[in-house]
T-cell receptor, first 108, second 113 residues
């Protein structure tokens, strides 16, 4: 069973920030939070991961709450090419199970 | 990021035949690789986890005699679908782990006719 809960779908206007939430209330102390996305008919693409602190890279920012029970992936300026299914996963090493994810649709 | 290559990208085979799918890590060594199956409009379902040089660990409900996994080297894992049937038609995806990150292949669409 997946250890995360995400809304099934979200819309975002092009150029605006997309904020995708993820609940992981049963996360263990040594589990990382990972985000991947899957564009239609392709393999998932790694976005970002973190343990406790907020993280930022060229694609996105990851905000993890202090109690680590939830996180938010932020795409600062969404484009049409960011339309995809976004998956939040919590794992230590080899437990790579996906939940249902959030289908993000970026609209012009 | 690291590159994982999956081959073929798509394959059509006749019912009863076997199909082999290759997964290669091109620029890193992967001690662990994962195989997934994905049906339309569904999430990825983990089929098995394989470690180089040892037998794969299959998820509950996945037939190990039907889905043969070989991870003979640090850069190559293969999935063979034996005696394929139309219900095995799906999108198969591999992933290779490097340290704390996992990278995915582009997927193989299998159609059994």
């Amino acid at each position: 069973d997946a250890k995360t809960t995400q809304p099934p779908s979200m819309d975002c206007a092009e150029g605006r920030a997309a904020n995708l939430p993820c609940n992981h209330s049963t996360i263990s102390g040594n589990e990382y939070v990972y985000w991947y996305r899957q564009i239609h008919s392709q393999g998932p693409q790694y976005i970002i991961h973190g343990l406790k602190n907020n993280e930022t890279n060229e694609m996105a920012s990851l905000i993890i709450t202090e109690d680590r029970k939830s996180s938010t992936l932020i795409l600062p300026h969404a484009t049409l090419r960011d339309t995809a299914v976004y998956y939040c996963i919590v794992r230590v090493k080899d437990d790579m199970r996906f939940g249902a994810g959030t289908r993000l649709t970026v609209k012009p | 990021g690291a590159v994982v290559s999956q081959h073929p990208s798509w394959v059509i085979c006749k019912s009863g035949t076997s199909v082999k799918i290759e997964c290669r890590s091109l620029d890193f060594q992967a001690t662990t690789m994962f195989w997934y199956r994905q049906f339309p409009k569904q999430s990825l379902m983990l089929m098995a986890t394989s470690n180089e040089g040892s037998k794969a660990t299959y998820e509950q409900g996945v037939e190990k005699d039907k889905f043969l996994i070989n991870h003979a080297s640090l850069t190559l894992s293969t999935l063979t679908v034996t005696s394929a049937h139309p219900e095995d038609s799906s999108f198969y995806i591999c992933s290779a782990r490097m340290d704390t990150e996992a990278f995915f292949g582009q997927g193989t669409r299998l159609t059994v006719v």
